[in-house]
Structures are given as C-alpha cells and as structure tokens.
C-alpha cells in the first residue's frame, strides 16, 4: 500500500531515529542525519524533484515550547 | 477553503501524547522543501531552526531582538520565507516572518505561532484527531 508521505508520517511510529531527521518519500524512509540541512543536501543530491518530506524525530521526552 | 491535517500520536516516557504536526512546503527563491511544523497558539511569532535559515540562504535582519523561552530568554534576528498549504482545489501561499535564533538554539522544530494562525480558523478536534485550518480571507 502506498500512502502520502504525511499519511505515512502520522501513521508510522519512527521512535528507531529518535533525535534524528528523517526524509520521507511516499511510505519509506529515503535519508536521515543529524540535522534538516544534512537531510536537505542528501534530499537535492539523489531525490531533486521529488517530494521528500523532511521532520525531525522527537526524543522520547515531554515536550515544552 | 480548508485544509485538514492529523494530530501525531508521539511517545514519551511511559506515557503518549498528540501532537498538532502539519506538512508545509517552505520556499524561498529556487529552493523548496516539504516539511512537518507544529501549531503553537501561545506563540507570537513562527520560528525556524537556525540551520533553516542557512539551507535556503535567507536574509537576516541586523538587528537582533529579545524574545522569551519557556524557560530563558533568548536573542533572535528575523527573516521571510513563503509558506504554502495545498489541498486538491486550492493552496494557500504566503510571505511570513520567521524568528531566527542566534548563538542558542531555543527549539529543534519549525513553529507556526499566532503570525501564521491568524489567517485561519483553527479547529483541533483531540477527539478525532483532527486539525482544521479555514481560511479566513481570500490570499
């Protein structure tokens, strides 16, 4: 089944890179690294037109903003 | 117009919480990118990480200003970049200021505060799990 990459992004528990940030194309993790401009680069050198979205992973600790 | 979105069901500790997580697309010249950001009602103004600012190469103010933390104060200098929502009929496309930190990062995620949440009628249902942003004007 292939979902949107949102749709995979809420659905899918990603707690194995917590700390990280991912890429998502369609319903796979295609890059991670240890920041959005890491995962950025990787994303425009092998995925350039294509829609990668890029989140970071929450460490499994409470929130505050 | 509306655009519908899910809350994302995270761990934390022993316990789950939800979190409001909406796809936007950031663009600024010839770059773009999808990513997640989170809805913050109790924040004034949107916020992005300082390595944001540096992948798209966005102009920064001179001046740096004061904001507050959760916690601690900490200085920020201010930029533009274009946020879009797209639903299958329409997108919602718009200039907004961002907060850039300096020296210390206050937050690791993209934050859309009230200068973001201000165009929309925002609708977070726990209960479904669902976030609803309706346009409030024509863009």
Do not use: C
Request: hydrophobic share 40%.
């Amino acid at each position: 089944m292939t979902y949107s990459n949102y749709d995979f992004f809420i659905k899918t528990d990603f707690s194995k890179y917590a700390g990280e940030w991912v890429g998502i194309l369609g319903n796979k993790v295609v890059a991670h690294g240890a920041s959005f401009k890491e995962v950025a680069e990787i994303v425009d050198r092998e995925f350039n037109l294509k829609k990668v979205l890029i989140t970071r992973i929450p460490a499994k600790v409470a929130q505050l903003l | 117009m509306f655009y519908l979105f899910k809350f994302k069901k995270e761990k934390f500790e022993n316990k789950s919480t939800l979190r409001p997580k909406i796809k936007v697309l950031l663009s600024y010249k010839d770059k773009a990118k999808e990513v997640i950001a989170i809805l913050d009602t109790g924040s004034d103004l949107n916020y992005i990480p300082a390595d944001f600012a540096d992948y798209f190469k966005l102009p920064l103010s001179e001046e740096i200003f004061k904001a507050q933390g959760a916690e601690h104060e900490f200085e920020y200098k201010t930029s533009k970049i274009y946020f879009k929502l797209e639903n299958p009929h329409k997108s919602y496309r718009k200039l907004l200021e961002v907060m850039v930190p300096v020296k210390t990062t206050m937050h690791k995620d993209i934050i859309l505060g009230t200068e973001f949440l201000k165009d929309f009628i925002v609708e977070l249902n726990y209960n479904r799990g669902t976030i609803k942003l309706t346009e409030t004007k024509t863009q």
